[in-house]
């Protein structure tokens, strides 16, 4: 056995270090400004749309770009941002950073002089700023159109998310709001448990209370679009479209556009995040303030760059491949 | 049958895969800007010291021919426990306590659904590594425990010693503990010869259940005691931190089966292994590579340590040798 195992330890390494050699690319342009950017989930569409519209910015601008992605990890998530540091690159980016985690990397990327900004994360001392939207902005906005387009009566299931820091602002705005408006009742709700499978541990939950309170609910309220989407095609599987049950979510792509305009999905409404937008900005601020060394004070005020959501129902959702900004 | 190497060749055999890393090592030093710098190796090492004391445990656990796949769970359910307790004010050596405690207890309920009620380690430390992740969401309700923890358990994570980052000592100073017990002890002796043959090991009259018991306890302790340094190094304590590992420490462990004593799981090689990986993910990034590139040269190399050491994992988890 032990040949064989040098013979495909060599056979591996070799694989390995093709596949290493092809990931380095064609050589670097020298003295391009070099970003690093950390997505820390690409698997969410979210942070994906936000790092490949940074990706994409930047390599338009002839900038080398280094691309990596968390996986959901925070040792992961800190070890990238430390190595980000010791390949010396001229500034980073993180879209939805644990900044918190991270505090002695990022202090470590500043005491090397190198800028961060984070999109969608916390402010941090060792940090340019921020840039994000309200996350209770947004849950108030998609709550309060909710509740009117029920007439401020009748039952609503509610599909939550608490352990992300934004979907859990959006369920708190979300009781806030009901706790003054009593005509409107929770009459069932479920709590999405983890990252990991998450979609069919709505699904099942989903499945089980819209059962459960059938013809007990006029609409089902969820914390973010993807949640929308199984809600929805539980919903169609039983027969029901457009205006039977009113299904609202928050993030905006062009999948949830799609389901507005259809008259046979249920879903109704979104608050549309400006994902690509905010990332074309954190590189456009990047070059004004790090590359051209224009004062940070004329373009950003704070440690915060709030980015308006824009609210999607039948009326105004774009065409398809058009944006509503 | 052909070879890329020669036949026979027993030191090649014994250190082909340390020769990858030195050759991997070497490549990224003449082609990743600042790879071999003093700064970047320590940084690699201090990385990697997590990985390396889950995946020492993971070790000891298949040295005794059993496989826990419950470590990454058990981790993240002993980190908010943590969490728990320093964010609620309890004192430090409490908290401190008792996520080793976690480790331990979940270690030894492993080893008594082995050996007492005759589950293959397979299932039950899938089982028991579901509860400990139902555990940590049941504490956390999802959110992650979040805040500037007091220096002293700042220090076990983030503290240096002699310029030498604190964790590279905590995993020296596992490592070398672990390959003293197994290398230099009767409790070794009896580690080893359980795992390699179990029926001849009780014919001698080695209580293998008992050693099973204590592999699988070490492997959970090191989950408690990696979980003590992730939230000590990181300021937070999530229920899902450690889930990320649980992949790359079984490839270390496989890849180390490839290397000094080839076939069988050991310490060494399991260091070998994580510094592979560790050196392969810094070397990536220091040259540009994207993330889908490092996903797809981890994918590879874990294909290759998979096929590598199948047979060994194949008797770990299903217990083909009884």
Not at chain 2, 189 to 205: I, S
Request: net charge positive; hydrophobic share 50%.
């Amino acid at each position: 056995m032990t040949e064989t195992i040098t013979r495909r330890t060599a056979l591996t390494t070799t694989a390995a270090a093709t596949l290493v050699a092809a990931g380095a690319g064609p050589a670097r342009a020298q003295g391009a400004f070099k970003l690093g950017v950390v997505a820390f989930q690409m698997s969410a569409e979210t942070h994906a749309r936000v790092a490949n519209t940074i990706d994409a910015e930047a390599k338009k601008k002839g900038w080398q770009v280094t691309l990596l992605n968390s996986r959901g990890s925070q040792p992961e998530h800190v070890a990238q941002i430390d190595n980000l540091v010791q390949a010396g690159v001229n500034g980073m980016i993180l879209c939805m950073a644990r900044v918190g985690e991270a505090e002695a990397q990022l202090a470590a990327a500043k005491a090397k002089g190198i800028p961060v900004i984070t999109v969608m994360a916390n402010t941090s001392p060792h940090t340019l700023f921020d840039i994000s939207v309200d996350d209770f902005a947004a849950g108030a906005q998609i709550t309060n159109y909710l509740l009117a387009r029920m007439n401020y009566e009748g039952g609503l299931l509610a599909q939550r998310y608490e352990a992300n820091v934004s979907t859990r602002a959006r369920g708190k705005v979300f009781d806030a709001i009901l706790s003054e408006n009593t005509g409107v009742k929770v009459v069932g709700q479920h709590v999405m448990a983890r990252p990991q499978g998450w979609q069919e541990d709505v699904r099942q939950g989903m499945d089980a209370l819209t059962l459960r309170h059938q013809g007990q609910f006029k609409a089902v309220w969820t914390a973010f679009d993807g949640q929308a989407f199984i809600i929805d095609d539980i919903l169609q599987g039983r027969g029901a479209k457009k205006g039977d049950v009113l299904v609202t979510g928050v993030d905006g792509g062009q999948e949830t556009f799609k389901r507005i305009r259809d008259a046979r999905s249920t879903v109704t409404a979104t608050v549309a995040i400006p994902f690509e937008p905010m990332g074309v900005r954190a590189v456009d601020l990047m070059d004004k303030i790090v590359v051209q060394k224009q004062p940070k004070g004329r373009h950003v005020a704070g440690a915060r760059v709030l980015v308006p959501t824009v609210l999607v129902d039948e009326t105004n959702a774009p065409a398809e491949g058009a944006w509503p900004w | 049958m052909t070879t890329l190497l020669p036949r026979h060749d027993p030191w090649l055999e014994r250190y082909g895969t340390c020769l990858a890393l030195l050759t991997l090592v070497a490549f990224f030093a003449l082609t990743a800007p600042n790879f071999a710098s003093p700064g970047n190796l320590l940084n690699v090492l201090r990385q990697v010291s997590f990985l390396a004391i889950l995946a020492v445990g993971f070790t000891l656990a298949l040295i005794v021919a059993e496989l826990d796949l419950s470590f990454a769970n058990i981790c993240s359910f002993a980190a908010v426990a943590m969490g728990a307790l320093l964010y609620g004010g309890w004192p430090i050596a409490l908290g401190l306590a008792v996520p080793v405690a976690i480790g331990l207890g979940f270690g030894l309920a492993n080893g008594i659904a082995v050996t007492r009620f005759k589950i293959p380690s397979l299932i039950a430390t899938l089982a028991t590594g579901t509860i400990a992740n139902g555990a940590a969401f049941l504490l956390t309700g999802g959110v992650a425990f979040v805040g500037r923890l007091p220096d002293a358990v700042l220090a076990l994570g983030r503290g240096a010693i002699a310029g030498v980052p604190v964790l590279v000592v905590w995993m020296i100073a596992v490592a070398a503990l672990a390959q003293f017990v197994v290398r230099r002890t009767r409790l070794g002796a009896h580690m080893l010869a359980t795992g390699e043959a179990e029926d001849a090991a009780r014919l001698a009259g080695i209580d293998v259940a008992r050693i099973k018991l204590l592999g699988l306890a070490l492997s959970g302790g090191l989950a408690g005691l990696t979980a003590v340094l992730l939230v000590g190094a990181l300021s937070t304590a999530a229920p899902t931190m450690a889930y990320d590992f649980l992949m790359r420490a079984i490839a270390a462990v496989l890849l180390g089966m490839t290397t000094i004593e080839p076939g069988r799981p050991n310490v060494p090689g399991t260091l070998v292994g994580v510094l592979m990986i560790g050196s392969l993910t810094n070397g990536l990034v220091l040259m540009g590579a994207p993330y889908f590139v490092q996903d797809i040269v981890l994918g590879v190399i874990i294909l290759g340590a998979v096929g590598l050491a199948a047979s060994r994992l194949k008797r770990a988890a299903f217990g083909l040798h009884k």
